[in-house]
C-alpha cells in the first residue's frame, strides 16, 4: 500500500493554490514542531544553520532579516520582544562564554555516583608504528551538567605510543608512565555511567544510567572499549538542527563558536573543555520550548485513502498529526 508523508506548515500552505497540490508536497517535505522555525515567518527548516542562512546568510528573507537585525540573537537565533531585551540576553550569553576553563584541573577526581546527564571527552596520541597514525585513548575526562568534574585522569595506552601529539595535546612520556591502566579507566568510566543499573535495564528516563553528551561519542567510546546504548547518547556531532543544510557535520570549533561565542581547542587541548563545550550545547539544545509529545520518529505515514480526509486538515491541524523523523533533545525534559 502506497503511503503519504504528511507535512504541513502555514509557510508551505501558502505556496499552493490547490488542495491537491498541497498533499503532494506533502509527501517529500518533513517538518514538525521539533525543527528550527523561523519566528518571523514561520517558516520550518531542517538546521539551524538553514535558519541561519534564511535570517543572515548571504541571501536571507529581507524582512526576516530586517527585524533580526534589531531584535534577534545570532547566537541562538530567537526574535527578543525588543533592542532592550536583546541586550540583556547577550549579556547573560557573554557571562556564560566567559566562564572560562580551569587551567588547574584536579586529576584523578571521582565522584561515587554518577549524575544524571554526563559529558564525555577523550584524547589521543598516536601508537602503531613510527608514524604513530593509531589513535589511543591517553586523557579522558567526565562531567555532570553543572560542569564539575567527576572523572578526570591520564589513561595509560595498552600498546606503546610512539607519537605523544604534544602540540595538541600536551601529553608528555612521563605522564603516562604511572597513569591508570586502560582497563581500569575502562571499569571505572563504565561504572560511573551505569550507576549500578544493569545494561539490559538502561533506560533514558527513569533510571539510574546517564545520559552520554559529547562530540564524536562512537570514537571515544570505542577507543575506551566501552558499550554504551545509543538511546541514552546525546552526540553533537549526529544531531541533525546542529548539522550543515546538505546533512554533513559540523567540526566541534565551528559548533562552539556559532552556537556558545567563545573559541575552543586553541593551541594545547584540554578534554575538560570539550566535555563543558558539549554539555552546553546539548543544554541549549534541550531547553528549545516545544510542544511536548511522545516519541517523534517515524510517525508521518498515513495510507493513501486518508488523502481526502488530510485535503480537508489546515495547515496547524496537519501540524498537529505530524512528528519530526529524528529524536528532540527537548523531550530529555519532559521525561
Known amino acids: 500500500m502506497m503511503l503519504l508523508k504528511v507535512n504541513k506548515c502555514a509557510a508551505c500552505f501558502k505556496q499552493f493554490v490547490k488542495r491537491e497540490h ?10 514538525s514542531v521539533h525543527e528550527p522555525t523561523c519566528r518571523i515567518c514561520k517558516k520550518h527548516c531542517r538546521s539551524f544553520e538553514s535558519l541561519r542562512e534564511h535570517l543572515i546568510g548571504p541571501l536571507p528573507k529581507e524582512e526576516c532579516k530586517r527585524i533580526f537585525s534589531h531584535q534577534g540573537c545570532k ?33 584523578d577526581n571521582v565522584q561515587i555516583r554518577g549524575p544524571q546527564v554526563a559529558a564525555l571527552a577523550c584524547k589521543m596520541v598516536g601508537g602503531g608504528g ?52 586502560l582497563s581500569q579507566a575502562q571499569r571505572k568510566i563504565q561504572d560511573l555511567l551505569y550507576n549500578r543499573e544493569p545494561m539490559r535495564k538502561l533506560r533514558p528516563t527513569d533510571g ?22 545509543a538511546t541514552m547518547m546525546r552526540d553533537t556531532v549526529k544531531y541533525p538542527p546542529l548539522m550543515q543544510t546538505n546533512k554533513p557535520s559540523n567540526s566541534f570549533k565551528y559548533l562552539a563558536k556559532t552556537y556558545l561565542g567563545y573559541d575552543i581547542q586553541a593551541g594545547s587541548e584540554d578534554p575538560y573543555e570539550d566535555c563543558v563545550a558539549s554539555m552546553r550545547l546539548y543544554k541549549r539544545m534541550r531547553s528549545q520550548v516545544h510542544k511536548k509529545g511522545d516519541h517523534p520518529q517515524n510517525q508521518n505515514n498515513f495510507a493513501l485513502w486518508r488523502q481526502s480526509e488530510l485535503e480537508k486538515m489546515t495547515p496547524e491541524q496537519l501540524l498537529e498529526i505530524s512528528r519530526s523523523d529524528f529524536y528532540c533533545w527537548c523531550l530529555d525534559s519532559q521525561g
Open 75 to 107: 547566537f541562538c537565533l530567537v526574535i527578543l520582544n525588543n533592542p532592550d531585551a536583546l541586550r540583556l540576553h547577550q549579556g547573560v550569553l557573554a557571562q556564560l562564554a566567559n566562564l572560562g576553563i580551569f587551567d588547574n584541573l584536579t586529576i
Open 130 to 181: 613510527s608514524d604513530g597514525s593509531l589513535d589511543l585513548c591517553a586523557r579522558v575526562c567526565l562531567i555532570d551538567e553543572y560542569e564539575s568534574i567527576i572523572s578526570h585522569t591520564y589513561v595509560k595506552p595498552p600498546t606503546p605510543a610512539t607519537n605523544y601529539r604534544y602540540q595538541t595535546t600536551g601529553i608528555r612520556a612521563e605522564y603516562l608512565r604511572e597513569a591508570l591502566p
Open 208 to 229: 539510574k544510567a546517564s545520559i552520554l553528551v559529547g562530540h564524536t561519542l562512537d570514537r571515544d567510546l570505542s577507543l575506551l572499549q566501552i558499550n554504551y546504548p
Open 22 to 31: 498541497f498533499v503532494e508536497h506533502m509527501r517529500t517535505s518533513y517538518h
